[in-house]
């Protein structure tokens, strides 16, 4: 085990690394702290303090089993006192910390200690300490392993890890089953002009009829393109919640291992790496497979050529949600309303994962119960 002086740790800090402390324990933050849920600007207020409080009280949260063990992952040794005994400390690293003549010398957690020199450990390939027994190789693609989980599955895809993951083998199907946020605009923006232009010819060259009784109906036209869109876009928000709650979060049937496989390769694999920022919107592939299904559901209730300029309303809202679920995830939001959004998104991840299911909007969790208190 390594041990750290108080002037080690500030001369760190003082090259720019975050260090932290909890327990009588040193961790270097410092890679961690942009994938931080609560976002970097909070652990660089807490550089040189003992956490240890503040992760146990409930303001601004209280901190999950997940997030114990993600700091786990940065642990480089314990502090020193002066007389060389291990220390717990509740203040802040003094910058005239006085240091003892030698360090004991030696690794932890894989990091070298020398010459009074803090390094960070590095990111191999993860074991998720925080589930017993945990029967996933994570040296080789885990999609197909998870059935090996059973019943246990649905725990464990709520205990956050922190890094990458692999799914598939093959670097095909690896690189379709991931994302970067900006593909999103890129696809989706020409399929929404080219919705709106071929329901505005189709709705131009003839005009449909929008049901209301079974003798009687609303004309429809091109000049109705606007509104159709406007009720589209609404309509997305309704979707997402539906969406989220009743098909991403239903728990599957352990027994039927292609259900499994289907549930974490689309969202599961978010829940349990929530801070890998390539698995964080959807790819184009299986975003078309939902986008088919809702398409479907609104020819159900009006005619296609109006359903066209509807489908285009939600696919634009569908567009603005998960650039504000990356936002949420990877940026610092400014202004009250994303704060409390992001505080809000994080609860859902980190303290429960069965409410908080609306992620652009809040507005159908407090009719449907699940809305997280702050």
């Not at 146990?56 to 007389?83: D, F, R, V, W």
């Not at 291990?86 to 004991?104: E, F, I, M």
């Not at 609303?218 to 509104?227: A, D, G």
């Not at 409390?340 to 069965?354: E, F, S």
């Amino acid at each position: 085990m390594i041990y750290y002086t108080e002037k080690e740790i500030k001369e760190e800090i003082d090259k720019g690394k975050i260090i932290i402390l909890s327990e009588g324990k040193v961790y270097d933050v410092t890679d961690f702290a942009d994938r931080h849920p609560g976002g970097r600007e909070h652990l660089v207020k807490q550089v040189g303090n003992d956490v240890t409080q503040q992760m146990e009280s409930e303001t601004p949260h209280h901190h999950s089993l997940a997030a114990y063990t993600i700091l786990k992952k940065y642990c480089i040794g314990n502090l020193m006192q002066k007389n060389g005994d291990l220390r717990h400390r509740n203040g802040t690293v003094k910058s005239n910390g006085t240091t003892t003549n030698g360090t004991v010398n030696g690794t932890a957690n894989g990091v070298a200690h020398s010459n009074g020199t803090v390094h960070s450990n590095g990111h191999s390939r993860h074991h998720d300490s925080s589930f017993p027994d945990d029967p996933i190789n994570w040296d080789e693609p885990i999609l197909f392993q998870v059935p090996k989980l059973g019943d246990r599955y649905f725990e464990w895809v709520h205990r956050p890890i922190d890094g990458h993951l692999r799914l598939m083998k093959s670097e095909i199907c690896e690189s379709f089953s991931q994302c970067p946020w900006y593909m999103v605009p890129m696809v989706w923006i020409p399929v929404v002009m080219l919705l709106l232009y071929t329901s505005y010819t189709s709705l131009r060259d003839e005009p449909c009829s929008f049901a209301v009784t079974f003798s009687e109906g609303i004309p429809i036209t091109s000049y109705h393109l606007p509104l159709l869109y406007i009720v589209g876009f609404l309509l997305w928000t309704l979707d997402e919640y539906v969406i989220h709650r009743w098909l991403f979060h239903l728990c599957p049937p352990s027994k039927y291992p292609v259900i499994v496989i289907l549930h974490f390769l689309f969202h599961g694999q978010h829940h349990k790496a929530p801070m890998d920022k390539m698995r964080l919107v959807f790819p184009p592939l299986p975003a078309a497979s939902l986008a088919l299904l809702l398409y479907s559901v609104y020819c159900l209730f009006m005619p296609y050529t109006m359903a066209l300029a509807v489908f285009a309303g939600s696919i634009s809202g569908y567009i603005v949600y998960d650039m504000i679920h990356y936002y949420l995830h990877h940026g610092t939001p400014y202004g009250s309303y994303f704060r409390a959004l992001k505080r809000y998104h994080v609860k859902h991840h980190y303290l429960d994962q069965q409410k908080g299911f609306g992620i652009s909007s809040k507005m159908w969790d407090y009719p449907f119960g699940t809305l997280i208190k702050e």
